[in-house]
């Protein structure tokens, strides 16, 4: 069972993952990222452990390439 401590709220997994809390939202209702509600608020909540999968996920997609000749 997953306990409460496990999650965030928006305005912290924002400030994770560095983006406004407006594109957390549209990047969750898109399924972009991984987000529950609190059963007893309704409150967006997002888990650390998937904040970080995500992260991971976007860090492979933008490396850098090593094939570039620096000017």
């Not at 400030?15 to 957390?24: C, D, F, H, M, R």
């Not at 969750?28 to 999968?53: C, S, V, W």
């Not at 492979?60 to 620096?70: E, G, M, T």
């Amino acid at each position: 069972m997953t306990k409460l401590n496990e999650y965030v709220q928006i305005a912290e997994a924002a400030e994770i993952v560095g983006v406004s809390q407006n594109t957390l939202r549209a990047w969750a209702e898109q399924g972009k990222i991984p987000m529950h509600r609190n059963p007893a608020n309704g409150y967006r909540l997002f888990r650390q452990t998937d904040l970080d999968r995500f992260l991971q996920k976007t860090a492979r997609a933008v490396k850098p390439s090593r094939n570039k000749k620096a000017k």
